[in-house]
């Protein structure tokens, strides 16, 4: 019996029995926001090319699979993918090969059954390799693409901080084990490429391109804060005014930011009924600030809901309260809470990884620019509230 045939007649059902699996797998966490399009990408192709080798006697043409396969692998990098997700969209294609043709292979010869089980499974474990060979290469050229952006920012940073020395011992601290990690591995990757010229697709190399990525969008994120609060203690933050719907700028920092409390099961609790309609303000400042103060607020809350409120004041006014349940803020701390490379700390509560200590610090500066004004109330154990007063329209200063 040609059992290649079936694979094609019902190569569509494959496909949607498939996407309807990845979709439906917790273990598969990247592809719940991707459309079945994106999640179908090439696999499509690889049963094509698997039909192809199926009808033949001899195996070895698996030229298409090669070529689906790569791209397949180097979507899904940059889909956000990590590399056991991908092997078990792998697992989950052979299952759903077998579970529709199962009835077909039944009537075969047990010659034909065991030919074509061992192609079908041969084909697919040359496909996960391939892909994994180009998800590692598409990795690579992240790498290098990131590096060269570190490259330039670390410039602009050495420039920006030629005169503000008192700062460069702290972020040195900052920047030294990140920057280390990064550094060793690229040599590794170095020393490897020069011993061997064919990667090697198994998973140390691929845990190490993770963790070089990993560090490097950390560097990455602490040299961008560092800028902007350099460039406004310059004076080259320029306003760019605007009305602004303030109600909707909200509520999209609060999708933005949803996956991050959701990881660690907190609920984002939005009352802008009692917001401004709109403000003339600067709308991309203005954001950054929303989406510190949330960010910060999920970063230091274990248990419980955040809650950011809004509403207009008197006197051309209106203000915005983000609360948490977290940690909360000692009261001799609370006077330096604003000050760059500040950190909450206590003898059982470490500083979080990825903190440093410059958020805050931006925050009151970008008010300051858009002249309001920020409060503070908090207590050790309950929780923290940072209100935001602005007016509704800010004064353009006149040169």
Wanted: net charge negative; aromatic share 6%.
């Amino acid at each position: 019996m040609d059992f290649s045939q079936f694979l094609a007649e019902k190569s569509d059902m494959i496909v949607d029995k498939w996407v309807t699996a990845v979709r439906r797998d917790k273990r598969i966490e990247s592809a719940d926001d991707l459309s079945y399009t994106a999640i179908k990408n090439h696999i499509p192709s690889v049963l094509k090319a698997m039909v192809t080798v199926l009808s033949k006697s001899e195996e070895n043409d698996i030229e298409s699979i090669v070529v689906a396969s790569f791209e397949h692998g180097a979507i899904r990098a940059e889909q956000g993918f990590d590399t056991t997700e991908i092997a078990r969209e792998y697992h989950l294609l052979r299952t759903a090969i077998f579970d529709t043709i199962q009835t077909d292979l039944l009537n075969g010869t047990p010659s034909e059954i065991i030919r074509s089980m061992r192609l079908i499974d041969a084909i697919v474990d040359e496909a996960i390799a391939r892909c994994f060979k180009s998800y590692v290469e598409e990795r690579f050229r992240e790498f290098r693409h990131l590096q060269a952006s570190l490259t330039l920012h670390n410039q602009e940073l050495t420039r920006l901080t030629s005169a503000n020395q008192e700062y460069l011992s702290q972020l040195a601290h900052e920047l030294k084990h990140p920057l280390t990690s990064i550094i060793g591995y690229s040599d590794l990757f170095l020393r490897q490429q020069r011993k061997n010229t064919q990667l090697k697709d198994n998973y140390s190399n691929l845990e190490h391109i993770e963790r070089v990525l990993r560090n490097g969008r950390q560097l990455l994120h602490l040299i961008n804060d560092v800028l902007e609060l350099s460039r406004y203690d310059a004076g080259q933050i320029k306003l760019q005014l605007a009305p602004t719907n303030v109600a909707e700028l909200i509520n999209n920092v609060c999708e933005m930011l949803e996956p991050l409390a959701a990881e660690k099961n907190l609920q984002i609790v939005v009352d802008c009924d009692r917001a401004p309609q709109e403000s003339f303000t600067d709308s991309f400042q203005l954001q950054q600030i929303v989406t510190n103060l949330i960010s910060n607020a999920i970063r230091y809350t274990k248990s419980g809901t955040i809650i950011i409120m809004c509403q207009v004041l008197e006197k051309q006014r209106w203000a915005i309260a983000v609360s948490d349940t977290g940690i909360g803020i000692a009261p001799e701390d609370q006077a330096h809470i604003f000050e760059p490379y500040f950190r909450v700390s206590a003898s059982d509560r470490p500083y979080l990884p990825d903190s440093t200590g410059l958020g805050l610090a931006i925050v009151s500066r970008l008010v300051k620019l858009l002249q309001g004004q920020i409060h503070l109330v908090s207590e050790v154990g309950v929780g923290s509230t940072f209100t935001v007063i602005f007016p509704s329209q800010l004064e353009i200063e006149k040169n």
